[in-house]
């Protein structure tokens, strides 16, 4: 089946997002189910899931929209798309999806006088993550150049999920631009409902969702696995095979039902892990707000090349038995090769471009499809990912001797950050959050052209340090307790809020003055009585002083239990030497001032709080 792209035509513009007027398209998004993690897109705190970056796809779309032609267009989940072309960019952007298997992708009417006789063409794969489960950015499965021929550009896609969203950026060809390898290595995908599960306690749970009932929560296969639980000896047995000797990532697509009876005492369900019977190991499998909605735990394994037997039990003979209940959606398996070591790569013609900056074609120098022009004040805007929270290594790669400052997540670096540094060129030591980044470059010269944003791990230039909660001072009803049993060495601090004197005191040293990132490990899971059929966990507060300075008020998304810890950062401003640090909490009035709130969706009380990391922020 085909999916043709008509770039002669036009449909009108197009603002997917961006600030403007929307022509011929509305849009809305809805709440089906928990407050707080717009419509299933995020995760925890700052963390997308694939739906977050399909939409991040769509609203960096620019220019006008052309017709696409679907070979079934009126059918659901099938073959479906959107594009636009912006002529000023000399870029078109298509994203589609819908089916699985393989596709052409045919672009007509492709412009002469946009493209010239070679288009440059790279494909972004966007998978599904499940809903409570985060993603990285979108993974790149192909780059290449294709000529046109008889005003025509034809891309064949093999190996559609159809799960997955998809995303096709078109530039000029032809300019002498390196190929970028692809990001990812080979994937293969193991339903559960495929494996075998022996032993006592095993359900086939299902059918979930599909064309025909919609209501029901997405899965990857029609049903999922359960039986994983106390007082059960069921094993599910996968039968994969690994393309060659390594190391491999292995993603465990789970639920445990933060309510369930088996769930509530202790929160994450761990069951244990074999490979071909040997090296177990025990796994935490990822909570959420109700049954078959899918989270992620991941572990890597060594493998060779062949058939192999990965189980998961509720009963391992030398590691005890699984407490809790869970369900297994499927296992996904991937080489750890050197795709995952390189660099992540972050074209500049791709970038948020605004104050007047704009996409050039003709820079000799660009290493990829393009650069990014900026005058004085023109800034180029990527969203980045990070897989945890702490250092990464930000190379600029630039053409010519513009300068310009770079900005993290809002925050003005300095110096640290400026690109007339030699360091700019080679690596600038910064600090990330876990989960989606927005990185800022603006010109301060009156021009700076970018070529792309390498990010690659950190290389130990930031110096953190940790800082249990127990070995703060509490006062009133905060309190030092063992009875969460995953806090970091047992013991966490509960109790805080309820009124500024019930708090939590760390004291922190900076060894120098300037903006650092607190990381809090906490853990949250109180709910309020739904009041429909949706579960409504409340996002809890903490007012944070620094040194004695007015509060900050930081909120604390749901964990789904008080024994499911998670990290936040918060960025703040330390002096050189000892720092105090202290969280209160109160009940936030109603609108019209009153207190208390007349409503259970606001609590009085911060997070459970394990530790504390600070590391400077760059």
Not at 44 to 71: C, D, H, I, S
């Amino acid at each position: 089946m085909t999916l043709t792209i008509d770039l002669g035509t036009d449909t009108g513009p197009f603002h997917g997002g961006a600030s403007g007027t929307l022509y011929g398209l509305y849009g809305d998004m809805a709440y089906w189910n928990i407050d707080g993690n717009l419509n299933d897109s995020v995760v925890e705190a700052n963390k997308g899931n694939g739906q977050w970056w399909l939409f991040n796809a769509y609203g960096r779309m620019t220019g006008r929209t052309v017709r696409v032609t679907a070979p079934r267009p009126d059918v659901p989940d099938t073959l479906q798309g959107v594009a636009t072309l912006d002529p000023d960019k000399r870029q078109a952007r298509v994203l589609f999806g819908g089916e699985g298997g393989t596709r052409d992708l045919v672009l007509t009417n492709v412009p002469a006088g946009i493209f010239g006789e070679t288009v440059h063409l790279r494909l972004h794969e966007i998978p599904w993550t499940g809903q409570v489960a985060p993603s990285a950015q979108p993974l790149r499965l192909r780059d290449c150049e294709v000529a046109v021929t008889e005003g025509r550009v034809v891309l064949r896609v093999t190996g559609l999920d159809a799960m997955s969203a998809y995303e096709v950026i078109a530039s000029p060809g032809g300019r002498g631009s390196v190929l970028a390898p692809p990001s990812v290595g080979s994937r293969r995908t193991y339903a559960a409902e495929n494996a075998t599960c022996a032993g006592t306690g095993c359900t086939r749970n299902g059918p979930e969702g599909s064309v025909a009932d919609v209501e029901r929560f997405a899965s990857f296969g029609t049903h999922h696995i359960g039986g994983l639980r106390t007082g059960s000896d069921a094993v599910l047995a996968f039968e994969v095979e690994a393309p060659r000797d390594g190391t491999y990532d292995l993603r465990v697509f789970a639920n445990s039902y933060n309510l369930d009876e088996l769930v509530r005492e202790q929160g994450p369900t761990h069951v244990f892990l074999r490979v071909d019977g040997r090296e177990p190991r025990e796994l935490r499998l990822p909570l959420a707000y109700k049954r078959a909605v899918w989270g992620r735990t991941d572990i890597r394994v060594r493998l060779t090349a062949g058939r192999h037997s990965i189980t998961l039990a509720a009963h391992d003979p030398d590691l005890g038995e699984t407490r809790g209940d869970a369900s297994i959606d499927r296992i996904e398996l991937a080489p750890r090769d050197e795709h995952v070591n390189a660099p992540a790569l972050y074209e500049a013609a791709y970038a948020v471009l605004d104050g007047g900056a704009r996409v050039s074609h003709t820079h000799r120098g660009a290493a990829g499809p393009g650069a990014a022009v900026l005058p004085a004040g023109g800034t180029a805007t990527f969203w980045v990912h990070a897989d945890g929270d702490g250092e990464a290594t930000v190379t600029v790669g630039q053409l010519g001797e513009g300068e310009g400052t770079l900005t993290v997540n809002g925050e003005n670096l300095g110096s640290s950050a400026n690109l007339r540094r030699p360091r700019a060129r080679t690596g600038i030591p910064l600090f990330l959050a876990e989960g989606v980044n927005k990185l800022t470059v603006t010109a301060t010269s009156d021009l700076l052209v970018l070529d792309r944003l390498l990010v690659g791990p950190g290389t130990g230039a930031l110096r953190s340090t940790v800082h249990p909660a127990e070995e703060g001072v509490v006062t009133g009803t905060a309190h030092v307790t063992g009875a969460h049993g995953l806090a970091t060495g047992g013991k966490a601090v509960d109790g805080i809020g309820g009124g500024a004197a019930n708090a939590l005191t760390l004291t922190v040293t900076a060894a120098r003055a300037g903006r650092h990132a607190l990381t809090v490990r906490y853990s949250n899971g109180e709910q309020a009585p739904a009041t429909h059929y949706n579960p409504d966990p409340v996002c809890r507060h903490a007012d944070l002083s620094v040194n004695g300075e007015p509060a900050r008020r930081v909120l604390f998304p749901t964990t789904f239990h008080f024994n499911a810890f998670c990290d936040l950062t918060v960025p703040v401003t330390l002096r050189e030497g000892p720092n105090t640090l202290t969280f209160t909490a109160d009940v936030p009035p109603a609108r019209d001032g009153t207190r208390p709130h007349p409503d259970q969706h606001r609590s009085a009380h911060a997070p459970v709080i394990d530790q504390v990391t600070v590391t400077p922020v760059a």
